[in-house]
């Protein structure tokens, strides 16, 4: 069920890709600094959208890293306070 959902969903995506692709062929003019670039516009957005996309990515790497590593921490201590309540319930009865 979840790959047919997946799949329907991608297709979709698909086509508003292609839709927005053939909606916005206009050429654009970029000026920065020297450089002046004609490119189109869709293809200025997609390139502008991956940008953000790969900067995010950079961005969150290592804060996710971090709260992977202090999960596990967490994890272990949690684990043996578990067993030393284990230990010390044993102890009472």
């Known amino acids: 069920m979840k790959q047919t959902t997946y799949l329907g969903l991608t297709i979709i995506t698909l086509i508003f890709i292609v839709v927005f692709t053939l909606q916005n062929t206009a050429e654009v003019s970029i000026n920065l600094l020297i450089w002046n670039i004609k490119t189109s516009l869709a293809l ?9 996309v790969l900067i995010a990515i950079f961005v969150l790497t290592p804060i996710i890293i971090a709260l992977k590593s202090t999960l596990k921490k967490d994890q272990k201590i949690i684990s043996e306070l578990q067993e030393t309540e284990v230990i010390n319930s044993e102890k009472e009865v």
Do not use: D, K, T, V
Request: charged letters at 0%.
């Open 44 to 52: 200025l957005i997609f390139s502008l959208f991956s940008l953000g």
